[in-house]
């Protein structure tokens, strides 16, 4: 009796350890959607981090720019020794003096302060110069971004494709493991020769051959994709796809919202800014400058020293240096603007490239669907056939070979029209279509106020 309930509790705790396995162990290695990798990545990606300290650094100019205009106060400690007594902050020629009114050594502490007065114009010039530099580094920032979401998609639809095929193949091994075991029987029963199971057996090889090959193909996308993930590896299941991706609209006018044509206009008014600042070097500066010193010698009495004054200075020559900075800000200026014609035509022929590549994975797809229903409806007529005993074991293995291959085809021929898809997005400067909606809409303001300010 005691054994008996023994063997009920060491029955009972290991149904309950077993449950308690496939109830952690499960929640190791989920299933991810490609938005939630999309979130993640953006949450993680050094990249994107890097980009975002660059606006940062851009954000802190701006700061710097417009302290310019509140001008200076610096602290003033001074010592004067002279050669000498004399009087401590001598104004006129005394009537009655003292002998301790006068010392040849004297210290002087105060403030300074100077304020300028822009009124060439080229503080302000400097000023819109890092603005416009910094919503350069904002675009810069979603151009990042942008093509990590879209590189994650890559991978995330590359690794898709080649799981569709391990499928295929697992699938193709396992009716070969089939064949052979019925082979071996018919081998004992002399109905077969011992060729069909070698040609079988060797069939399998290759095919485990090609699984092998397979697997190290996705190992590779999967530490690509760890990395930009910023994790050490990544065992996630995927959430396979089944459904066809939403058709864009290829509207060439929306390349002016991609992040890096905003970002060099942006670049490109910043250089027309520090052209102006530039040219604004050449005129009369005015500013202000005020102190206020207290005297004392080391023998003497106190005294405090008031000074206000208002300055212009007019540079008249430094060897060629300032028209120098003017020709190099406008060679910088021709510069940027033919990199925003070229960077154009690169966006235009990126978007007639995908709209070609969209057109022939929708034809492969299609292709693939008729594919994929013909070799079904053969590898069922061949399995009755083989049943009634019509043909032999390879002409089955070769239909299920056929529909293995249609199927992984279709599957492949999916994930190439995702991507296809995910092409026209990206020449058009949007997330994939998988990206969240509600957060899509978010950095579409974003871009779109960003894009205001650089005109």
Known sequence: MRHGNSLNCNGWLLITISAAALLFG???????????????????APALRAAGAAVAVRRAGVKIARSRYLGEVDAVVKNSTFNDRRLINPIGYPLNLRSDLFDNNQIGYGLRAKLPLDISGRIGAQLEAAR????????????????????????????EGILAEENALRHQIQALDSHIQTTEAAIK???????????LITERDDVRGRLAALKGREQGLRANLAALLAARSFPDSLAPIHILP???????????????????????????????????????ELAVDGSWIQNQGYNGENGD??????????????????????????????????????LRYQARSELISARAAWDAATARYQAALAS???????????????????????????????LSKAEAGKALALTDLWRAGDSIRFALGQEPALYPARRAAHQIDKMIKINLSAQ
């Open 26 to 44: 499960g929640n190791t290695v989920s299933a991810r959607s490609l938005g939630t990798i999309l979130l993640k990545v953006e949450e993680e």
């Open 132 to 159: 416009q530099l910094q919503q350069s580094s904002q675009a810069r920032k979603l151009d990042v971004r942008l093509r990590l979401l879209y590189e994650t998609a890559a991978l995330y639809h590359g690794i």
């Open 189 to 199: 029963a002399e109905q077969e020769i011992p060729v069909k199971k070698m040609r």
């Open 246 to 284: 939403p058709k864009t609209a290829c509207q060439e006018k929306l390349i002016e919202q991609r992040p890096d044509i905003m970002a060099l206009k942006a670049r490109i008014n910043s250089s027309q800014a520090l052209r102006r600042a530039a040219r604004d070097s050449r005129l009369p």
């Open 305 to 342: 020293d008031w000074a206000l004054s208002v300055q212009m200075g007019m540079p008249l020559w430094d060897g060629g240096g300032r028209r120098a900075e003017v020709a190099k800000s406008s060679a910088s200026v021709h510069m940027l603007r033919q990199q925003l014609a070229a």
């Open 372 to 402: 994929g229903k013909a070799a079904a409806e053969t590898a069922r007529i061949q399995g009755n056939r083989f049943t009634e005993g019509l043909i032999s074991a390879d002409n089955l293995v070769d239909a299920e070979a056929a």
